[in-house]
């Protein structure tokens, strides 16, 4: 009680010195979203939000600008402020509120990759028969932690003024300033207040400016858009020349991620900017935890919204978690990225004492002179540490005695996020000379151990296990990692990304499509690790691949709505690896569906001209909302105008979306698509159907007859249930014309049959 008096006391001193008593302890970071920008005055807008936040501030405008720590007004409409959770509750009632949220954190997730895929060409990407040396207009922002302009990736060499469109800036601040950025990096900003109300104020933060200190920001950005380098390599592994996928486009700088995270007000306050600044894409390696909450209580689902509103294409990963069901940024106006491998691995032999070898993944650059004894690490277990546990190579839990001079057999535990780094340095302070680590999760993410290693599934450490245990003197060798090219089968899909199906909207497929985000090299902060380039894994690396293809797409056609580059993205993907058979997921090389890879693995060579185009504009959006649920108050809380639900879907796979998902299919069901024509002005589409397991799928009509460049022509897929099963299954719709494929993933649940019912 004395405690709770003195606070009151503190609070009222505090307030005659014209401080915040509403945000006394108790206060914390909300956001306040208000939906679309009005018509209103920036500087009124600002007004506005203090005249809010001062009705439950006893009427004190002091106080009010005192818990405001950023207005949304370019964009859409909203602040962020420190409140209490019942002043929160007061303004979640006041009109025009669409939603208030607590300031939740965001995790990242996270070059022969363009190659692979087939884009030629040093500094042009060209693609045959089209041009793109337009990308020299096209901006890209970044929402990340911030990028090294020193880099080579972001030499501004040979390139021309500024675009005029451009309205950005480039900020000052820790180590940077207006001259860090150049006709390459136009603009950069960067973003805090979210950041420091969360976390412990005497944390020291790296450079307080747009200067990337983690090297995340900098490897996404070159990836997308980075200058071609000659004679890169990552401590002499992949070595060759790095580009990124547009190497002439523009490169805007949105620093909204620190050492913990990307905090919620942070990323609205960069997306507000973005939209303003004129940037024509965003790309967006970060996500929420799954399970996602509702798009406008999720700050990448709103800015997201807003910025396809304004003609922006947001590319945004669907998250490392791997499981079913745990994709993220699951909003149909962005584009969703899962992650592959490409045909370049990174692996150390394992020689045993009987010769048989043995291949791991691994950026180790230490290999061993001589054999050495090899025993698992259960054997080594130290204090009051089982065997069972020692076999994690835990901290502290090796008996150094034993285990010196020897190889260890370690386990990481499936889905575990235990750093695979740090188990190579335990073993090296117990005097190891060596590790396999056994981890059939992530065995294809190569990781730079501190001491000779290697990563295998589990088939293979059975194997060395089964030979530890029946050999008298088991010994083994492992050698410096070194490049291998060619690794087939290729592409796989990563066992990290994400999976499908979308739990908040199972009517929308996600991911959207997968590229290459396992070994990416790419542009690197010399801060984190005293390199320029650095390999990384995760969706994080997949993304910017999609936008460096999505900006050649925006360069060849500009006139392109967000949803037409994303519908020429995923119509043009392919399903086959580069021996042509069906992509496979690892660790088990099962046959990889949608839900994996969304409609394939993106084919470059093949999205300027992609034949038809699935169309979708604010309006088709707002109907999509109409059938989830939202009421015409709630609509136009977000779209701040007269929306009505007048044009709403039956349900939401009737969005014209590029793929087709029926998640509770009973007996029969139609759905309505329109394709526009951005191929040959006079051309006729057939269509032809893979049928999902149990499901009989008819179109009508099964010809597309077009005469005319931009026609739109409406047909309807047609459901039933012919066998039940369990599950989801799967198909494909292609409508074809000449060497002209126009795919669409087809995704149906069957609803279950009431016990007792037969067909």
């Not at 805007?252 to 990323?267: E, F, I, N, P, Q």
């Not at 894994?537 to 999505?550: Q, W």
């Amino acid at each position: 009680m004395a405690s709770m008096r003195w606070c009151c006391i503190f609070c009222l001193f505090l307030a005659v010195f014209g401080a915040q008593v509403g945000i006394c302890f108790s206060s914390k970071v909300y956001v306040v979203y208000m939906g679309s920008k009005s018509g209103d005055d920036p500087d009124d807008v600002l007004s506005q939000n203090h005249l809010m936040l001062a009705s439950v501030h006893g009427g004190s405008i002091e106080q009010a600008q005192a818990s405001h720590l950023y207005s949304y007004r370019h964009g859409f409409r909203g602040f962020a402020a420190k409140l209490t959770d019942e002043q929160a509750s007061q303004i979640a009632q006041m009109p025009g509120v669409v939603s208030v949220f607590p300031n939740l954190k965001r995790k990242l997730h996270t070059t022969r990759s363009w190659d692979f895929m087939g884009l030629l060409g040093e500094e042009t990407m060209e693609i045959p028969g089209h041009s793109t040396k337009n990308q020299v207009n096209v901006i890209i922002g970044f929402i990340d932690t911030g990028i090294w302009p020193e880099s080579p990736s972001f030499s501004d060499a040979n390139m021309p003024p500024v675009p005029a469109i451009w309205r950005g800036e480039c900020e000052p601040g820790e180590a940077f300033n207006a001259s860090s950025c150049n006709r390459k990096v136009i603009g950069a900003r960067y973003y805090m207040s979210g950041y420091e109300a969360e976390e412990d104020s005497a944390r020291i933060v790296s450079f307080r400016s747009p200067r990337d200190s983690s090297g995340h920001g900098s490897h996404t950005a070159s990836t997308a858009a980075g200058r071609y380098v000659t004679n890169v390599n990552y401590k002499g592994l992949a070595a060759g020349g790095a580009r990124g996928g547009a190497p002439m486009a523009r490169i805007a700088v949105y620093k909204t991620c620190w050492d913990s995270g990307c905090y919620d007000v942070d990323l609205l306050a960069a997306f507000d900017d973005a939209i303003r600044d004129g940037v024509h894409l965003l790309s967006v390696s970060l996500g929420p935890d799954a399970p996602q909450g509702d798009y406008f209580k999720d700050a990448i689902s709103i800015g997201s919204f807003h910025a396809a509103s304004h003609g922006v294409l947001v590319v945004a990963s669907v998250g490392n978690a791997g499981d079913r069901g745990s994709a993220t940024n699951l909003a149909p106006w962005m584009i969703t990225v899962g992650a592959s491998s490409m045909d370049r691995d990174f692996a150390s032999d394992i020689v045993l004492g009987n010769d048989t070898k043995f291949t791991g993944e691994s950026l180790s650059l230490f290999g061993m002179n001589a054999s050495a004894r090899i025993i698992s690490a259960s054997e080594a277990s130290a204090g009051y540490f089982t065997p069972y546990q020692s076999s994690y190579c835990l901290e502290s839990s090796l008996n150094s005695t034993i285990a010196r001079g020897k190889v260890l057999v370690c386990r990481i535990a499936e889905g575990s996020s235990e750093s695979k780094l740090a188990k190579s340095k335990v073993v090296k302070e117990a005097g190891g000379v060596g590790m396999v680590l056994i981890d059939e999760a992530d065995k294809d993410v190569a990781i730079p151990f501190v001491i000779p290693s290697a990563i295998v599934g589990k088939e293979i450490g059975r194997e060395i296990l089964s030979y530890i245990n029946n050999t008298r003197k088991p010994m083994s060798k492992i050698s410096r990692a070194k490049t291998v090219l060619g690794s087939q089968p290729a592409p796989r899909i990563a066992s990290f990304s994400s999976k499908g199906p979308n739990s908040l909207t199972p009517e929308i497929l996600k991911p959207d499509i997968a590229a290459p985000g396992l070994n990416i090299l790419a542009a690197w902060s010399p801060v984190a690790g005293r390199m320029q380039f650095n390999i990384l894994s995760g969706t994080s690396m997949s993304c910017p691949h999609i936008t460096g293809i999505a900006t050649l797409v925006k360069a060849v056609h500009p006139s392109w709505s967000p949803s037409a580059i994303k519908s020429a993205i995923m119509t043009t993907a392919t399903i086959l690896d580069k021996n042509d058979e069906p992509i496979r997921v690892d660790p088990e090389g099962r046959r990889a569906n949608s839900f994996d890879y969304g409609s394939g693995f993106v084919d470059p060579s093949r999205v300027l001209d992609p034949g038809l185009i699935y169309d979708a504009h604010p309006i088709d959006y707002k109907a999509f909302l109409c059938s989830i649920g939202y009421d015409e108050k709630s609509l136009r809380l977000v779209t701040r105008d007269n929306s009505t639900c007048d044009q709403t879907f039956t349900t939401a796979s009737s969005l014209n979306y590029p793929s087709i998902t029926v998640p509770n299919l009973k007996d029969s069901f139609s759905v309505t698509r329109t394709v526009t024509n951005v191929g040959k002005p006079r051309s006729v589409y057939k269509a032809v159907v893979s049928n999902p397991v149990g499901i009989n799928v008819t179109v009508v009509p099964k010809q597309l007859i077009f005469n005319r460049y931009g026609q739109k022509i409406k047909f309807t897929v047609n459901f039933k249930v012919a066998a039940p099963s369990k599950g989801y299954a799967f198909g494909f719709l292609t409508w074809t014309s000449g060497d002209a494929r126009v795919t669409s993933p087809l995704v149906v649940q069957a609803a279950p049959f009431p016990k007792g019912l037969m067909r």
